[in-house]
């Protein structure tokens, strides 16, 4: 499985960005996903994730309410879709899957994903 993320740039505080993810190789539909992000300096965080189906999706605190991911099966694609960014937004975003099932309690762990994308830079600053 490769992962080829995607949809960076840079952009004013308050703006907004689509961060895109494609999937080559096995079967999309059965992967779990997830976005994290890594600032410099500072440990990669957990950012959103979405189950196989698509109907449990969870979200760090620090994007709630601004951050939607979602996915098409049938592009192969996970989307962060990120609005009212902020500086400290700022980071390098870093798509993720799991072939199979993760229980709700891992979603957000790192280590719970065995594919990783190259990551995407998204700088908000004005």
């Known amino acids: 499985v490769q992962l080829q993320a995607s949809g960076g740039g840079l952009v004013q505080p308050g703006g907004s960005l689509r961060l895109s993810c494609v999937a080559s190789?096995?079967?999309?539909?059965?992967?779990?996903l997830a976005w994290f992000r890594q600032a410099p300096g500072k440990e990669r965080e957990f950012v959103s994730a979405?189950?196989?189906?698509?109907?449990?999706?969870k979200y760090a605190d620090s994007v709630k309410g601004r951050f939607t991911i979602s996915r098409d099966n049938a592009k192969n694609t996970v989307y962060l879709q990120m609005f009212s960014l902020k500086p400290e937004d700022t980071a390098a975003y870093y798509c993720?899957?799991?072939?199979?099932?993760?229980?709700?309690?891992?979603?957000?762990?790192?280590?719970?994903?065995?594919?990783w994308g190259q990551g995407t830079q998204v700088t908000v600053s004005s």
């Open positions: 993720a899957a799991r072939v199979g099932r993760v229980v709700a309690s891992a979603m957000s762990r790192a280590g719970a994903y065995d594919y």
């Open positions: 190789g096995g079967t999309f539909s059965s992967y779990a």
């Open positions: 979405m189950d196989l189906s698509g109907v449990t999706r």
